[in-house]
């Protein structure tokens, strides 16, 4: 599933094709992907509509087509990338934006969560995810302050307070198994029972973890790709996620799967002890799902502080 890096690398790959670009028409080939308006409205009040800008918030895409708005959520598997018109088209098409220079913007996603709104001049057709969205976590808005108020006083596992979108934007599975591990922080201590130095680590961590990813394009083990076709480079980078039962590359333990937030989740049980009085479920790998048992990273890869 898509996280802020993987967003953020569909923005920037996709930004020198399509700012400046008008759009011809709309093929609109399964009407259940545009969740706002119907789909003639949508056709009609981008035909003939110009790119301004692509803009990020949170796992949204915001296209900016002079005052109209057009939001993209890609969900579990959406994929939005460039395309020449001759390219085969896939199974899992869904919309084509035909664009001025004969290139074609396409949305493909395989399990159908995703899909677009447009955003009329009254706001109406925001997706109401995105309008209680929590600070940007590589904006100054993000501060220490302000994660450790979005913990405080909450029982519920960190991880599942990382992964709501309402208390900091653009964690998902990956990054929040990551983030705490960087920052020595088993995923599922209660979220208000964290010190301040471990909250002020925890913030520090989830930056530098985003950063290397946004350098890396974003991680790829199954789906996603980039605005150009293209695979993120950051699955080597990984220190825990997917890597159940490869030693830890800070103390070498190996690294263990259990359900916590009803997600798989991996830790170092070493270096991100079990809370006391907590019982984990266990989770067992499945080898072979999409190939991930056969994708193991060369080297340990570089810790993150
Ligand atoms: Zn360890």
């Known amino acids: 599933m898509p ?3 993987e967003v ?3 923005r920037r790959t996709l930004y020198p094709h399509v700012v400046g670009r008008e759009i011809r028409r709309v093929e609109i080939l399964t009407p259940r992907q545009i969740y706002y308006p119907d789909p003639d409205t949508f056709k009609a009040e981008l035909e003939g509509a110009r790119f301004t800008d692509i803009e990020r918030r949170g796992k949204y895409l915001l296209f900016r087509l002079g005052p109209a708005l057009l939001v993209a959520h890609l969900r579990m598997s959406g994929h939005l990338y460039i395309s020449a018109p001759e390219r085969p088209r896939e199974k899992h098409l869904h919309v084509v934006f035909h664009l001025d220079d004969g290139s074609e913007l396409r949305y493909a996603d395989q399990r159908k969560f995703g899909g677009f709104h447009l955003v009329g ?13 929590g600070p940007e976590p590589l904006s100054d808005e993000f501060t220490v302050e302000r994660l450790a108020a979005a913990l405080s006083g909450r029982r519920t596992p960190v991880k599942a307070a990382l992964l709501n979108q309402e208390l900091v934007a653009g964690l998902g599975n990956i990054y929040a198994d990551e983030a705490l591990f960087c920052a020595r922080i088993h995923p599922a201590r209660p979220a ?6 471990e909250v ?27 605005g150009e ?16 039962g490869q030693p830890c590359p800070v103390c070498g333990t190996p ?3 259990v359900t916590v937030a009803q997600r798989g989740t991996h830790f170092c049980p070493r270096c991100q002890p079990v809370p006391e009085g907590v019982a984990l479920k266990p989770r067992r790998a499945r080898p072979g799902r999409r190939g991930l048992s ?4 060369a080297e340990p890869p570089e810790p993150y502080a």
């Not at 208000?192 to 130095?197: I, K, N, Q, V």
Request: charged share 30%; proline share 5%; net charge negative.
């Open 229 to 244: 076709g293209n695979e993120g480079d950051m699955y080597d980078e990984l220190q825990v996620f997917d890597r159940a």
């Open 192 to 197: 208000g029972s964290l010190t301040a130095a």
């Open 121 to 133: 001049p009254d706001g109406r057709g925001l997706p109401p995810g995105l309008m209680h969205l």
């Open 3 to 5: 996280e802020l890096p």
């Open 8 to 10: 953020e690398t569909v």
């Open 294 to 297: 056969v994708r193991v990273a």
């Open 255 to 257: 690294i263990e799967k």
């Open 200 to 226: 002020e680590r925890l913030h520090g961590c989830i930056r530098r973890v985003l950063e290397r990813a946004v350098a890396k394009r974003g991680t790829t083990f199954s789906l996603y790709r980039d």
